[in-house]
């Protein structure tokens, strides 16, 4: 397998994800190295230069569009193509930021394997690097608040309409809804504690400029 530099770097929070990922690609014979979140990601990045990024969006400590957006305000990294996988930034409004922030692909939950490896040849072997003009801080911060505001709004209608549900529900058929609330709501206090973060940045870079 020609790999132009580097092995394929696989940013992932979720072990089966992440595993399934990584074995895909390995039985095809290409070099793959794995990290937990953005910040272990950004970290290998920095270090080792890999040929290709496939990142989640939503992970903890640094998610997917801050990791491709710090990736692209580097002049050694900007260059290196990246694929966004996502089950929550589905939108096509959360494709075009994504697409704004120079990655060259976006691909939905759950992964068809045999599309995933065809994108994966195509991006190795056609020599694709990111080529978007780079965001600034704001309009990248902007753009970001605007794409979580949109998943906190819908998590909590999602929640709102689990919770009615539950009301009416069999007992026998109602741990199944419970989980898929459990779920809900660690997305929700997850999506709401990256805006604050967000906020935070957003009020600091424009005071600064």
Known sequence: MNIPYGPILVVEDNENVRELLEVTLRFKGYPVVSAR????GLDFINREHPALVIT????PKMDGF??????????ATRHIPAIFI????????????????GAVRFIEKPIDTEDFLLTVAEILTSGITSKKDLLSDLDFY??????????LQHKKRQ???T????QTLPEDQRPAFLALLKQAVDDRDEIQRELDDLMRLLDETSHSS
Request: glycine fraction near 4%.
């Open 37 to 40: 979140n953005g910040e272990e």
């Open 56 to 59: 989640d969006i939503l992970m």
């Open 66 to 75: 801050t990791l491709v957006h710090q990736m692209r305000k580097q002049s």
């Open 86 to 101: 996502s089950a929550t930034y589905v939108t096509a409004e959360d494709k075009m930021f994504a697409i704004s922030l």
């Open 142 to 151: 902007q753009g970001y608040r605007d794409r979580l505001e949109d998943k």
């Open 159 to 161: 929640i709102a309409r």
């Open 163 to 166: 919770e009615r549900l539950l």
